[in-house]
């Protein structure tokens, strides 16, 4: 399994441009505005304050910092950054004055650590600009809030006149990379962190060990890369590289070694610390998550000791993540030796046993000079408070942890493998102890094969909001992206645009909520990300050539209405074929599907009345209708696309009864039979529309959902209800 990303380098000026005036075209159409967007109406995350002034200046010179505080070579580079995005995005300054930006930087000891001082003040005039901070990570983040200022427009670059006071709603605001599952060489690591950087992210959770593989290359215990990376694992001189690559751009590398479940890699390395002989690896269906290290076992306890010593010397971080999730607890009761010791020690579960492994970890990680963190099962045992406790399975363990005086950092309802939109996971707020988690409703629907691995993931109906108290422990939140279903070539597209809708969520004032108009924004965030240097589209035009050598634009015009099947229904229907559906149309869709939702917001306009939306949504649906023919023709031969020609039938029969609708053409058959499809494809929706849906029912073909259902339902209702 080893993926050649295609050559790196920033997409050319006129490529924004060009995006720049079609998303115009687009917000004209669906706002009727008749100028450009005002740069409050782009920025994102959301600024705590911003006053808009009226006017713009100028850039078209360029733009020339003035220090007036010392730089650093830490600030001395991320300005040389921003002009490199800066020439990306309008192109290469002309030959007349610059615009000169003013920054002032205090020092902060503090930089690189969840006290850093991250404030900034912008303000730009006709004449020039200001940007005033406490320290670098301010500079930092200002510097990013002016490029999403830039406005490229037929009269040449510019920025709106604007005044903006911003800091973090959380310190943490943080992504977790799987690099286990499937591996991303630095490259693609280092992509990522400059979107982070854009996006004002600041921590990459490096999730480097599980069973698929140990990613990191160990001095102290060499088999861990030899016997258990297949070759694809990161030299210790790579990691320091990522870890200043990432500390320059005011990002934290926190590590995390998943102990003792999870650990399937480390014992093919280290079989003589495992509970259980080792499964068969190359077995049809084998749970890769499910071995785990013996505790019992002293020798356990000094490998941890060791190999948490090394890791602790390449990320300077002062938080280590220990894991400590989804231990099986048939690992250690089904060993007579750990059994035993079980009974001589009076563990009378697994989990008790498992607590008091856990703090002896905590131990470990403290005498390092570290501190823990560890997945929600931890908080389950008597461990110390500063253990930073990370609620996953559903957010009433941000309620429980925090009620036992533990920091937190929320990643439940933030797991981006899910394949939701944006929308869904925006509308999760890091206080939230409800969200996510098995509904009562859920499981009478689906009542679960295994009823036992349910009630961990239940979720409590009657858990108490957060008080004052609990909410000052609650240090942020981390958007998780597991890479079962992720290939590398996959990564961009799958973390963005839907990172940056969480960065937000973690970075701005809890009552910004406003979905339309975060959709609105997102295409644009892409467009900036995608011009300095992200490579989604590049990425996914790459895959589509790969399934249609030549003939790719019908299978590009089909993912462009459809989205992946949700909730891990992907990984049920794929698991037969391994990593097939990641050379499949599903891996080039897009959860957000903007296209299909400008359709949508257009359908929704049009049959309240704007009929000048009746020209654009007749362009686009007989796009659509004509492309069933096309796609019919490429998928000729190839089985990945002719598995979904069922869908791109049914999405030309949607798309026709729309043209029906506009045509005002009579006939009850063709609405029929269009409202049966309706139906059908809902159904398929509610389908993956939670984790035991999607565990217990059939997917559509491909794993392909259609992702334009809302705005032809508004057409045919809202035509039959004219008619009527
Ligand atoms: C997890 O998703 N097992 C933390």
């Known amino acids: 399994m080893t993926h050649t990303a295609p050559p790196r380098g920033l997409s050319s000026p006129r490529r924004f ?77 002309g030959r007349w004055a610059p615009y000169v930006l003013h920054i002032s930087a205090g020092q902060d000891r503090t ?3 969840v006290d850093e001082k991250e404030r900034y003040a912008l303000t730009t005039s006709a004449t020039g600009a200001r940007l005033e901070a406490e320290g670098p990570a301010g500079v930092i983040h200002g510097l990013a809030t002016l490029l999403q200022l830039v406005r490229v427009t037929p009269q040449g670059a510019l920025v709106e006149r604007v005044h903006v006071e911003d800091a973090p709603r959380f310190a943490w605001r943080g992504l977790l990379m799987d ?30 060990s599980d069973g698929a593989g140990f990613r990191v290359e160990s001095r102290m215990f060499p088999k861990l890369q030899t016997v258990a990376s297949h070759g694809q694992y990161y030299t210790q001189a790579q990691i320091r590289e990522v870890v200043a690559y990432a500390a320059d751009r005011g990002i934290r590398v926190v590590p995390e070694i998943d102990v003792p479940g ?42 941890v000791r060791v190999l948490y010593g090394e890791m602790g010397g390449l990320f300077p971080d002062r938080y ?73 399975r559903a957010s009433k363990w941000t309620g429980t942890a925090t009620q036992a005086g533990h920091p937190v950092v929320v990643s439940a309802g933030y797991y981006l493998d899910l394949l939701r939109p944006s929308a869904a996971h925006y509308a999760v707020d890091p206080f939230d102890t409800k969200a996510e988690g098995i509904t009562a409703e859920q499981l009478a629907k689906y009542p679960p094969k295994h009823p036992e691995f349910s009630v961990p993931f239940a979720m409590d109906e009657h858990a108490p909001p957060l008080d004052d108290g609990q909410k000052a422990l609650v240090m942020g939140a981390e958007g998780t992206l597991w890479a079962e279903m992720v290939s590398e070539p996959m990564l961009d597209g799958r973390l963005w645009p839907r990172m940056a809708a969480l960065a937000e969520r973690f970075w701005s004032a ?66 037969p074929s391994g990593d097939a559906m990641l050379s499949a149309p599903v891996a080039v869709t897009d959860p957000d599907a903007f296209v299909a939702l400008r359709f949508n917001a257009m359908a929704a306009r049009y049959v309240r009345g704007e009929r000048a939306f009746a020209a654009p949504l007749r362009q686009m649906l007989q796009r659509w209708s004509d492309n069933d023919a096309a796609f019919v023709t490429s998928a000729k031969g190839v089985p990945v696309l002719e598995a979904v020609v069922p869908v791109s039938h049914a999405v030309a029969l949607l798309s026709r009864a729309g043209l029906g609708v506009l045509d005002g053409r009579d006939g009850s058959a063709w609405r029929m039979d269009a409202n049966r499809l309706l139906q059908e494809q809902q159904a398929a929706f509610e389908n993956s529309a939670s984790m035991l849906a999607s565990a217990h029912s059939p997917q559509p073909p491909g794993g392909l959902l259609i992702a334009i259902l809302p705005g032809i339902r508004a057409l045919l209702t809202g035509g039959a209800e004219r008619a009527e």
């Open 510 to 575: 809890q009552d910004v909520r406003d979905v339309p108009d975060l959709e609105r924004r997102l295409p644009l965030v892409m467009a900036e990300l995608e011009t300095t240097g992200l490579q989604a589209t590049q990425h996914r035009e790459a895959m589509r050539e790969a399934m249609a050598p030549g003939h790719s634009e019908p299978l590009k015009i089909l993912t462009e209405v459809t989205v992946p099947v949700r909730n891990y229904a992907l990984n049920h229907l794929a698991a």
């Open 262 to 303: 999870h650990a399937l890699a480390i014992l093919q390395a280290y079989p003589e610390l495992a509970a259980q002989p080792l499964p068969d690896v190359t077995a049809k269906g084998l749970n890769l998550n499910n071995a785990a290290l013996d505790p019992t076992n002293p020798q356990t306890l000094r490998f």
């Open 320 to 392: 280590v993540h220990t894991g400590g999730d989804e231990v099986v607890s048939s690992q250690w009761t089904k060993n007579p030796a750990i059994a035993a010791y079980m009974k001589a020690h009076g563990f009378e579960t697994a989990a008790a046993l498992q607590a008091a492994f856990t703090g002896e970890v905590a131990k470990i990680i403290s005498a390092q000079g570290h501190v823990m963190m560890g997945w929600d099962e931890v908080s389950e045992a008597p461990i110390p408070k500063n253990v930073v406790v990370e609620p996953w």
């Open 179 to 208: 690099v286990s599952r499937h591996f991303d060489t630095v490259e693609t690591i280092e992509r990522q962190l400059d979107a982070m950087e854009l996006v004002k992210l600041n921590v990459l959770h490096w999730h480097l």
């Open 17 to 93: 441009v060009r995006a720049a005036w079609l998303l115009l075209a687009g917000s004209v159409l669906a706002g009727g505005l008749g100028s450009v967007a005002r740069a409050e109406e782009t920025l994102l995350p959301v600024p705590q304050t911003v006053s808009v002034s009226n006017g713009v200046a100028s850039i078209g010179g360029g733009i020339q910092v003035v220090w007036d505080t010392r730089p650093s070579p830490l600030l001395l580079r991320a300005v040389a950054r921003f002009t490199t995005r800066l020439t990306a995005i309008a192109g290469p300054a």
């Open 111 to 113: 930089y690189l650590s």
